[in-house]
């Protein structure tokens, strides 16, 4: 596999991925269609003082979409929301070292994913009447 561009990172997340699963009653959920492939993936967060305090996701994507989704969840759980917001689809693949060009479009999955989990989690402190 390494000849057609894959990183060691990748395979190891692709083949042992973290935080696969779904967590009931989450604080936020996000839920992405990719346009490019159709495929779809689903990230639930909890928060507790607007610290991801655990993290898990399911897809139907590709092994890429596994990987990039993988690694997000690590990346984001510990981080306060406003940070995890930040984290794009190039940070994603940095943390992987790297994907082929032409699978960059999957690593937007999970970034986006999560980012609808934080914007939900952030609409319902809101309805609340919470202040973040
Ligand atoms: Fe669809 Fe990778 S080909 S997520």
Redesign the pocket.
């Known amino acids: 596999m390494a000849q057609i561009g894959y990183s060691k990172k990748v395979l190891d997340h692709f083949t042992n991925p973290r935080n696969v699963g779904v967590i009931e009653a989450p604080d936020g959920y996000g839920k992405v269609g990719?346009p490019?492939?159709g495929?779809l993936m689903e990230i639930f967060i909890k928060v507790k003082d607007d610290i991801i305090t655990d993290i898990k996701f399911r897809t139907f994507?590709?092994g890429?979409?596994i990987a990039t989704s993988s690694m997000v969840t690590e990346m984001a759980k510990g981080m306060h929301v406003d940070e995890a917001l930040k984290i794009t689809r190039n940070d994603v693949a940095d943390e992987l070292e790297g994907l082929p060009p032409k699978?960059m479009?999957?690593s937007n999955?999970a970034s986006d994913a999560l980012h609808e989990a934080i914007k939900d989690y952030e609409g319902k402190v809101k309805d609340k009447g919470l202040t973040k």
């Open positions: 990719n490019v492939c495929d994507g590709c890429s979409a699978k479009h999957c999955l």
